[in-house]
């Protein structure tokens, strides 16, 4: 979800690997050991949880998480957490990173120290101040000087267990001072509009004697104001802090007035200064994202030029008609000069899939490849472009596939936690080999049978690349029969299946890493499924350890590889099937949220459909009711707990539009609604990436549906009218107008001028990559000999037309460039430090104006 930004759309991404954590502290008693688990926060929200590790002072985690980041936030943190089943679960530290400081750590493992936990530390939000300084003269003639301190919002506080009741207290500090006032309580709301003004005297009149007297210089210096945030709590502990604000009166200056927004801040010396590592530390990768994109406009040279790349080598009837090799096309020359081509892969095949051009430009690269390849049993065997960007088609495109062909039977193995270990050395005391051999030939067979029988359902688009695979590799290597079958097996099995298997949580198969028993199983039937994918000649000689050789006599029969041959023909027959003919639900997204559900009556007045809010007519917490709700491409149910029958299910045709609902309507932050032809459900998410989550995948499945509506109310209806256009007929037609736009075909949902500025961010860190690509090209053309050394890792087959296409790229990398560079030196010029969007306190835009004054030019 991107935020506008004056003419651009800024888009935030973070991609977590949380590895583990070390020498957590003991728990005080006899048992000592901890069952730990870590969450993910933006701020104070969590929006991460991985599972929990039981008995360990060094749990290892192992699980990776991505999400689309839909608002601003100040921290990425991180709290490791010790499950109590009795009392609400212990805080043992925690790692807060502040996002300026976020590229110091971009993609690299790296171990944080855990931080204490203090109540007086975890804030985050904004207040909105005006402070004016005004002359008073008394009854008795006597001049002073009163400061009026206004308080008109706040916003983004964070909830503290499940509710946000807040109220400011103001207090004017200095030599003898101990005024202290209060706002109002604003309950159920954490963006809370205030508007209270409070008057302090500032200059004492009986102190003074004369009527004038400077007051910059008298008093004002030593004063200041604190403002400070607080959760009316009901508990016995007393009010949560929630952030505060110390504002030097200096500020005022000659004009005597000063208004401004002010991030939010922990107190002063908070919590007990700990040594490094006394709380242990925690392993993690970060990487964060922040795509500045232009209107489309902006990108179409380079655009034009990057598709270019799928047509500059044209086959026919297997026969190439050298138009210009591929290794001359703007794609291929980002693979050459990126460090990893993982990099270059993930935005064109988004690209190429967004322009359906994906088909031309991987066959045209693989094609290059297999011409390169000297021995058929190495084929697609190296990290190329090729194989990267193949794996990520496959990712995006055969996500769904992967859904409903594996998980079922990952799921009963993670559940069922049959014994599967053939190891004689790591065999347990009560287990029996042959009952495990047993129990893992089962597995084996079940889901071996599942993926053979599930071509049909090979999505079009991958069928077609392995088709395109499977033609280059057979005329290429003619006397290898096999050929045709491996180049295609060692993507669908060795790149595809086996890793789903392996870890099922990297391919949305599971919600978490799987506990080491049931990974130990997930790998002895990955190794399988692999090597009877991929029809070696010495199917044993494929496993080093002797039990794995043994084992796999169960499937050395002749209908294996029969099977095997028949899955890889069906899907390499130049993609005739179609994903959306496919019969069964495919599970889209699960889990717990709160609903409730209205219908407006002839009366005007809602009438809930839950049973205990029936007759009501408000909306109260009572009537959100936590519910289990499933999405398939069919129906979208809710359930009372998860696994029991259907509450209610809506067919995906009666989803008339799917939008957020504004806060105002029930002071509940998170919430959207789905909209029906005769009612509309109102859904809390539990926080602001799920609640983006469900939108755009129940927009995204009923995107297609014929009644869709043009235009919803944003608010509820409430009291007889809508809250939002406060117009009284219920059946009033919406007042703004739905988002839409958005494929239909939920995997590939891609954003083709993002993509590019990704791709036009990597030519720009690589420039002098390209540059030194320019000097290989100009030393090939002049001397006619052996390569210098330094040139070498490029391959340049057509020295002059890769020259031509990379003083191309350079035109188009400096034009976007000094556009960005114009882009920020407006801003620079427009914004005002102080303001909303950059309140006094935000550490990123102070980084930011030094970076301006240090260097006049700016490159992304």
Known sequence: MAVEEEGLRVFQSVKIKIGEAKNIPPYPGPNRMRDCYCTVNLDQEEVFRTKIIEKSLCPFYGEDFYCEIPRSF???????????????????????????????????????PLQPVSADSEVQGKVHLELRLSEVITDSGVVCHKLA???????????????????????????????AKKTKVKRRTNNPQFDEVFFFEVTRPLSYTKRQFDIEEEDVDKLALRVELWNASNLKFGDEFLGGVRVPLRVLGQAGVHEAWYFLQPRDNVGK???ADELGSLRLNIIYTEDHVFPSEHYSPLRDLLLQSAHVEVCVLHVCEQVCPVSTSAAHILGEVCREKQEAAVPLVRLFLHYGKIVPFVSAIANAEVNRTQDPNTIFRGNSLTSKCIDETMKLAGMHYLQVTLKPIIDEICTDHKPCEIDPVKLKESENLDTNRENLR?????????????????????????????????????????????AVSSFIFLRFFAPAILSPNLFQLRPHHPDPCTSRTLTLISKTIQTLGSLAKSKSANFKESYMAAFYDYFNEQKYADAVKNFLDLISSSGKWDQKSIETPIMLKEGSVKLTITRVDGKGSCRFMIKRAQGRNRFGMKNFKKRWFRLTNHEFTYHKTKGEGALCSIPIENILAVERLEEESFKMKNMFQVIQPERALYIQANNCVEARDWIDILTKVSQCNRKRLSTYHPSAYLNGHWLCCKVSADSAPGCTPCTGGVPANIQLDVDGDRETERIYSLFSTYMSKLVKMQEACGSKSVYDGPEQEEYSSFVIDDPQETYKTLKLIVAAVKTLEQQHTQYKRDKFRKTKYGSQEHPIGDNSFQCYIRQQSESSTYSI
């Not at 599930?454 to 005329?475: K, Q, Y």
Request: charged share 25%; with cysteine.
């Open 74 to 112: 100040r921290h990425l943190s991180f709290y490791i957490f010790d499950r109590d089943v009795f009392r609400r679960d212990s805080s043992i530290g925690k790692v807060a990173v502040k996002k300026e400081d976020l590229q110091k750590y971009h993609g690299k493992d790296t171990w944080f």
């Open 273 to 275: 200064s700990v040594k």
């Open 149 to 179: 301190t206004r308080v008109l919002e706040c916003q983004g506080l964070p909830i503290v267990n499940g509710q946000c009741d807040p109220y400011a207290a103001v207090s004017l500090l200095g030599p003898s001072r101990s005024e």
């Open 442 to 486: 089962q597995y084996v067979d079940r889901i071996f049978n599942v993926i053979t029988t599930s071509g049909v359902r090979c999505p079009t688009v991958m069928c077609d690349i392995f088709f395109s695979l499977r033609e280059s590799a057979a005329t290429r290597f003619q006397v290898d029969q096999d050929v045709r079958y491996t």
